[in-house]
């Protein structure tokens, strides 16, 4: 075939093309790391990436498939686009925070996260799936489109156009990826207005006939309207087009790995909104073109080719009535649509390739090694992609939207129904999902079986591949996807109920999102204007401090009534209580010591612990110990008598009771368990400290007798009073942090700053003592209301996973997250320096860092190490611990700074 083109036209494209490469070659110096390759480092600007969603939403699909649907038909397959704003304004305020707090780059590490690796393997295929099809069908259309102005065969234009594409997303990452986004976003609504506006005025008659024409044929319709499922209806792809939104915006990895690559999360929403927003008036704009293609042959009465298939009149336009330059500058659009989709495309397989797999099954990988491997996969799947679109031209790309849409019901294969299962549902666990996901499979087996037709060559025509007579699935092959998602999502909850399993993490599911939701909306209310919401304080309804207070509390127990004790201690506190336990005895008390509480225990630990309390048939449970007792002690009392078990209630407000009388009597000043709603113990599964919080957790009595510490190890009075100390801290600084308890958190970071050293040196200085154990009580009143943050959210991987001590790796922590958080608020960081005794700086900043460098010097002074190399941590170990602080969302979301995956890594690795 001979080029038709004009120098001046191929010169545009060739530029176009070039620009591409350009582009991927100028940010390939910036590709150091997996982070940038993937997530351009989350420094792209909201409205880049918006505009980079759009360009990859709007395809050659788009450019050429809707125009030819348009033509042949009416606006109909529009209605699956005009769903997604819809949608999307009741999902993207919500998915988008937690796809940012729960997973580092794959969106089906969510998937892994809500119901184990075969969830997170099955959406990764789905989507692998589904993008290769789209991809082959994306190179086909516009090979088919410049083919006859180039004069070369639509082979040869795939693979050149592929290559081109290969070349900028191997070269420039994310970051290329987004940015030539950009530029063809321009491109594309440049060349989509052109032409709209030619075949508007360009007819006799000008805008008036095309509409008047269009109006005539029907062609400006969303119709038929009919409620029947069996067609192509209003009905079916309103169906249709809410469930391909939500597996767009909520489970596509094209989509989500960009909300990892904005600033923060209102810069991800407002980029998702930019990307739909554009969209659906381009969606609308392409359709507009296929109509105005047909009223303008109307029109003009000219005849087109014999033969000319629907999909092919946009490019037999372009040919023949575009002037120069403009036909280049559309035919230049049509190819940024291309690269537009296809670099996406292929960054984010790599990234599945990369996260899903490699670094799932090898995590002791370097990151050279998995950039390495991006690279390579961006290769591989450019090349099947072009694989795949040379069958299509094999196939002569007969109906090739409809081949896209049905490859997206069968490929979706209920991924949108696993997605609203793990978000919807804390119920649902991952036996049922499996049963689920068999049903959703079988179901889409037999409706693909019993509805395609097949000549098998016989001469009896064809028919179904399964003929089951009326049996037969007979609905629209869209109807397919939304069915399977159904399916998939229905007996998955169902089955769940047959499966005895722990619920889900609430903040793994939408009721975690509202809960933080309604504390944000508290937390807002100013309390200067006297609008703020009261403060709770939990605390033992009785409380009594003072040296030898143990006395008292004999007295009080044998005045109670109750008869049967269960006493937690540890071998050391004995001596130290054995008057206590003869004088309980000699009034007629049972006790059951158990004094085998290891520290930091894990939940079965704690199920050894409670299966002895029950066997004594306890009606009163005390604590006399460190945190580890104390908190076992509660967590004893409350389940006693309950069918709840302790996997079933980690998080805020699970435990339903507790039955027994409960008291503690600390031994460290340190925890503030003595008074704290909370408890923590090790999940061995995943090797991580959780939390139970709950009001039936604060003990009846307390009694805080200073003289029950004196024999506290120098190391152990160190880490537990750096363990108050941070207590005290975060709860000042803290987002929720409240005047009332300001002023308890305050006095205590004066007490324990002032004091701790002394302890640390001489154990019996009484005096030092005291005021340790009052810093320590002042501690555990704000754990309550406000509760503690990112220190002791990046603590519990350092004790889950190397059991390091709670007070330890919260001491070591402590001033590294102070100077990640100080930016948040100054004022109240020079507050703190000012009440560790410190002299002011000539700022409040200098004030500030005066104050963390007391922190630091405190903690060395007390022995505690400075560098997580000291206690046995490796620093290959940092990016999993990062992953694994993530998931204590209850704790971060108390931070005045948002922390971050990287933010995490970056505290880490300041300790090396």
Known sequence: MEQTLHWIDFTIIIVSVALAIGVGLYFSRRQKNTENYFAGSGKIPAWAIGISIFATLISSVTFLAYPGAAYAGNWILLVQGLMVPIVLIGLIWIIVPLFRRVIKLSTYEYFEQRFGLFARIYGSIAFVLTHFSKMGTVFFLVALAVSPFLGIDIQTIIIVLGVAIILLTLLGGMEGVIWMDVIQGFLLIGGGIICALLLLFKPEGGPASVINTAIDFNKISFGPYDWDLTQLTFIVMVFNGIFYAIQKYGTDQTIVQRYLAAKNDKEAKKAAYIGVFMS???????????????????????????GIKADAVFPYFMATELPTGILGLILAALIATAISSLDSDMNCLAAIGVEDYYVRFKPESTDKQRLRLARVLVLLSGVAAIGVALIYAHWGGEGVLGIVFELYAIFSAGIVGLFLLGLLSRRANKQGLYVGIAAAVLFTAYAMLTSTKFDFGDGQGSRALLDLGDWNFKHHKYMLGVYSHIVLFVV??????????????KDLTIYGFLEKRKEKKKSSLSFEEG???????LQPRKVVFGTGCIAQFCNDYSASGLKRLFLLTTPPILPLIEEAIRKLKVNGVAICIFDKVLQEPSVKDFYIVLDEARRFDADSVVGIGGGSVLDTAKLTAALIGSDQKAEDIFGTGYLKSRKRWLACLPTTAGTGSEVSPNVILLDETDKLKKGIVSPYLVADAAYLDPQLTVTVPPKVTAETGMDALTHCIEAYTNKFAHPVIDMYARKGIELIAAN???????????EAREALMLGSYYGGICLGPVNTAAVHALSYPLGGEFHISHGLANAILLPSVMRFNRSSDVRKFADIALACGVTPGGTDEETAEKGVDFITRLSKECGIPTKLTEIGVPESAVNHMAEAAMQVQRLLKNNPREVTEKDAREIYRNLY
């Open 756 to 766: 701790l050293l002394r302890a640390v040196k001489d154990g019996k200085d009484i």
């Open 492 to 505: 998955g909850y169902f089955a769940s109920f047959f499966f005895k399993a722990p619920f889900a993490d």
């Open 531 to 537: 609008r703020g919401e009261a403060v709770v304080l």
């Open 280 to 306: 659906v008036p381009v969606w609308t704009l392409f359709m507009f073109i296929g109509t105005g293609l047909f009223a303008y042959y109307q029109i003009a009465g000219s005849s087109l080719p014999e």
